[in-house]
């Protein structure tokens, strides 16, 4: 048997000006995406062949250009139409939160898993592996043969995930089953950083999530966060169960209501994961909390969900200080790309002095500092990413116990192999400032207290706060619901 895989991220955040382009992208093909996926194992012990088709991968960031889509989508799409007559399924990862420009609906994987479609008919087997933070509409689930998304967020089952996906649609081939995905929309948009499943609400849903994944009629449950960076019908949670034969829809659609009472009697419950502070607090608290090592997240300028990571707001707030408890502070990193150009290629031995900032709004403003180029590295993404990405330099400053990791394209600092690849040793800081909302694993575990700054951005964690005019309604927290409906 043959089935076709690809892979497609991005997470486009449409309050951040500009395009997404193909540079932005760790585009692979041929064996490499093969060995990025994480399922080839499973597939071939079950003697079926897999078709690499494309794997692009951009994280987040801002809408995509129709041109680097176009690009994407037509490479998919010709994949499929090659092999069209030798396929037996299609396994695919969309990401759910891309937003491309000019298209009708926005969503360059709606886009794409439509066209795929309009190719195979409504019964090839497309098995979907997704991130919970994607938006979804009834069409787009019901395109989809099995539709699971990652329980976790951070998304530490990744790649338990898309072997799980895998065994179910090497089973599926198996049994020469046709099965559709069920969706039910839930009335609320809800932010990453208030939905974290190691807290309460998440813990008690992803619990009922395994319980209904045991019953034999039901062969996959996911709850969807959503993305709330997009203005659209399709903003808002949902959730998807794929019953394990058609015999069981209508038993699929009773599981979905329940659960759907479930989340929304939960909903109360959805709060900031960990400390959230407004910024003077974040600040003061971070300064003379005794703990060792402390991380604060710059939430408002989270990179993990498509901001450009070039705010230099918190930076100019920890410059004002006089004290800083002994402390040395490292604010990993800073997206500055001009900056970065006109100091990479020079050998600065002294120190020298600069302005940093991309001045693209007033949380960018540009802050002089004299600084001296303390070391270089590698620029490495999250989720494990070891690819090159880049460079950085970081910075040391003159009359401040302050390093400043800088650098041209936008990554979130969350991952340990990312500090190490940067060349920073983080046992030397006190004090880290990272561009995330809440804070990855293994930054957890290296910090004794963490703070997530409630900082004004393109990812403002204040839901209540950001405009929404196309979305269902009624719709929480703009709306009341009368829970016992
Ligand atoms: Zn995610």
Not at 176 to 183: E, F, M, N, P, R
């Given at each position: 048997m043959k089935v076709l895989i690809g892979?497609?991220?991005?997470?486009?955040?449409?309050?951040?000006?500009?395009?997404?382009?193909?540079?932005?992208?760790?585009?692979?093909f041929g064996?490499?995406l093969l060995?990025?996926?994480?399922?080839?194992?499973?597939f071939?012990?079950?003697?079926i062949e897999l078709i690499p088709a494309i794997?692009?991968?951009?994280?987040?960031?801002?809408?995509?250009?129709?041109?680097?889509?176009?690009?994407?989508?037509d490479k998919m799409i010709r994949s499929v139409k090659e092999n069209l007559h030798d396929l037996d399924g299609i396994y695919l990862?969309?990401?759910?939160?891309?937003?491309?420009?000019?298209?009708?609906?926005?969503?360059?994987?709606?886009?794409?898993?439509?066209d795929i479609?309009q190719l195979t008919g409504?019964?090839l087997p497309i098995?979907?592996?997704?991130?919970?933070?994607?938006?979804?509409?009834?069409?787009?689930?019901?395109?989809?043969?099995?539709?699971?998304?990652?329980?976790?967020?951070?998304?530490?089952?990744?790649?338990?995930?898309?072997?799980?996906?895998?065994?179910?649609?090497?089973?599926?081939l198996?049994?020469?089953?046709?099965?559709?995905?069920?969706?039910?929309?839930?009335?609320?948009?809800?932010?990453?950083?208030?939905?974290?499943?190691?807290?309460?609400?998440?813990?008690?849903?992803?619990?009922?999530?395994?319980?209904?994944?045991?019953?034999?009629?039901?062969?996959?449950?996911?709850?969807?966060?959503?993305?709330?960076?997009?203005?659209?019908?399709?903003?808002?949670?949902?959730?998807?169960?794929?019953?394990?034969?058609?015999?069981?829809?209508?038993?699929?659609?009773?599981?979905?209501?329940?659960?759907?009472?479930?989340?929304?009697?939960?909903?109360?419950?959805?709060?900031?994961?960990?400390?959230?502070?407004?910024?003077?607090?974040?600040?003061?608290?971070?300064?003379?909390?005794?703990?060792?090592?402390?991380?604060?997240?710059?939430?408002?300028?989270?990179?993990?969900?498509?901001?450009?990571?070039?705010?230099?707001?918190?930076?100019?707030?920890?410059?004002?200080?006089?004290?800083?408890?002994?402390?040395?502070?490292?604010?990993?990193?800073?997206?500055?790309?001009?900056?970065?150009?006109?100091?990479?290629?020079?050998?600065?031995?002294?120190?020298?002095?600069?302005?940093?900032?991309?001045?693209?709004?007033?949380?960018?403003?540009?802050?002089?500092?004299?600084?001296?180029?303390?070391?270089?590295?590698?620029?490495?993404?999250?989720?494990?990413?070891?690819?090159?990405?880049?460079?950085?330099?970081?910075?040391?400053?003159?009359?401040?116990?302050?390093?400043?990791?800088?650098?041209?394209?936008?990554?979130?600092?969350?991952?340990?192999?990312?500090?190490?690849?940067?060349?920073?040793?983080?046992?030397?800081?006190?004090?880290?400032?990272?561009?995330?909302?809440?804070?990855?694993?293994?930054?957890?575990?290296?910090?004794?207290?963490?703070?997530?700054?409630?900082?004004?951005?393109?990812?403002?964690?204040?839901?209540?706060?950001?405009?929404?005019?196309?979305?269902?309604?009624?719709?929480?927290?703009?709306?009341?619901?009368?829970?016992?409906?």
């Open positions: 892979h497609y991220t991005l997470e486009s955040n449409e309050h951040v000006k500009g395009l997404t382009e193909l540079d932005s992208f760790n585009l692979k064996d490499r060995s990025t996926m994480h399922v080839e194992d499973i071939r012990a079950h003697n794997f692009a991968d951009a994280h987040s960031a801002k809408v995509l250009s129709k041109e680097a889509y176009k690009y994407i989508h990862f969309l990401h759910g939160a891309s937003k491309v420009e000019d298209l009708p609906e926005g969503s360059g994987e709606r886009q794409l898993l439509k479609r409504p019964y098995c979907v592996v997704m991130d919970p933070h994607g938006n979804l509409t009834e069409e787009y689930v019901s395109m989809m043969t099995i539709g699971r998304c990652y329980r976790h967020s951070p998304h530490t089952d990744l790649v338990e995930t898309h072997r799980l996906v895998a065994k179910m649609m090497v089973d599926l198996n049994d020469k089953k046709s099965l559709v995905a069920q969706y039910r929309k839930l009335p609320f948009v809800l932010g990453g950083e208030r939905s974290v499943s190691t807290d309460e609400p998440m813990i008690s849903i992803n619990k009922k999530l395994d319980e209904i994944e045991q019953d034999a009629r039901i062969l996959s449950a996911s709850f969807h966060v959503g993305y709330l960076r997009h203005d659209n019908f399709a903003a808002g949670s949902g959730l998807v169960v794929v019953p394990s034969d058609m015999k069981y829809k209508d038993y699929a659609q009773t599981v979905l209501d329940e659960l759907y009472q479930f989340c929304v009697s939960k909903y109360s419950e959805f709060d900031y994961h960990g400390h959230a502070l407004d910024v003077p607090e974040a600040i003061k608290q971070s300064i003379e909390s005794d703990d060792k090592h402390v991380v604060v997240t710059d939430s408002g300028d989270n990179v993990t969900s498509g901001a450009m990571g070039n705010n230099t707001y918190l930076l100019n707030e920890y410059l004002a200080l006089e004290n800083y408890n002994n402390k040395q502070l490292l604010f990993a990193g800073i997206t500055d790309e001009q900056t970065f150009q006109l100091i990479s290629n020079s050998d600065f031995d002294d120190y020298f002095d600069i302005e940093l900032g991309t001045d693209s709004d007033d949380m960018s403003r540009k802050v002089k500092l004299t600084v001296k180029v303390k070391g270089k590295g590698i620029l490495q993404q999250t989720f494990g990413d070891t690819d090159n990405y880049g460079e950085t330099i970081t910075l040391s400053m003159k009359d401040k116990p302050i390093d400043i990791v800088l650098i041209d394209k936008s990554v979130s600092f969350a991952e340990r192999h990312q500090f190490n690849a940067a060349n920073i040793d983080l046992s030397q800081y006190h004090l880290v400032v990272v561009k995330q909302g809440y804070i990855f694993p293994e930054l957890k575990e290296y910090c004794d207290y963490s703070i997530m700054a409630l900082t004004q951005g393109p990812t403002n964690q204040k839901t209540e706060n950001i405009v929404f005019k196309q979305i269902m309604r009624p719709m929480m927290p703009f709306d009341e619901i009368d829970e016992t409906d």
